[in-house]
């Protein structure tokens, strides 16, 4: 009985270890940033986005990171974000399944490319990807909205809960084995 619980504790300790590791934070464009000349489309293509990765932007004070609706992401229209972001270093995090849309706000930077539209998958269906350079969202000013900071401090509560019943779980075994 004793063998059971170790091989428990240590399969429960595995799991542990490799559930921070499976997020990925995705460097938008790489080491070319967000800015006109790229191909997001390219970029994107073949990554699999899953709810717990992160999308980083990085970019100059010319432009802005939009999240916007699909309607304005096809037509470029930066009049209506979800979400603008306008610090030069953004990170979103993916909380939820579905296909998020990302412009730049600044004048004809959409229609010139400065688009992307992401599939997020959850759960064990396995993630999937869909990126597009050919649907544009509008501009607008503003920062990062409270929905940003609230969901990504969600997020973060989440995986801490995790860890920590993980953890407390852990230990209880050991408790027992020695027990």
Known sequence: MAGTL????????????????????????????????????????????????????QYGAAHSVLEVSAADHGACSASNPLRSHRDQSTTIPL???????????????CAAGMKLAVTVSGGDAGPTMRSTNATPAA??????????????????????????????GAVGLAAALRG
């Open 6 to 57: 170790r091989g428990l504790l240590l399969a429960i300790l595995v799991v542990a270890a490799g559930v921070p590791a499976s997020a990925k934070d995705y460097t938008v464009g790489d080491s070319s940033g967000w800015k006109p000349g790229v191909d997001y489309a390219a970029w994107a293509k073949g990554k699999q986005f899953s709810v717990g990765d992160t999308l980083s932007f």
């Open 95 to 109: 909380t939820k399944p579905g296909t998020r849309y990302f412009i730049c706000g600044a004048a004809g930077h």
């Open 139 to 168: 501009a607008s000013t503003g920062a990062a909205t409270e929905s940003d900071s609230s969901a990504s401090g969600a997020a973060a509560a989440s995986g801490a809960r995790l860890a920590i019943g993980l953890l407390l």
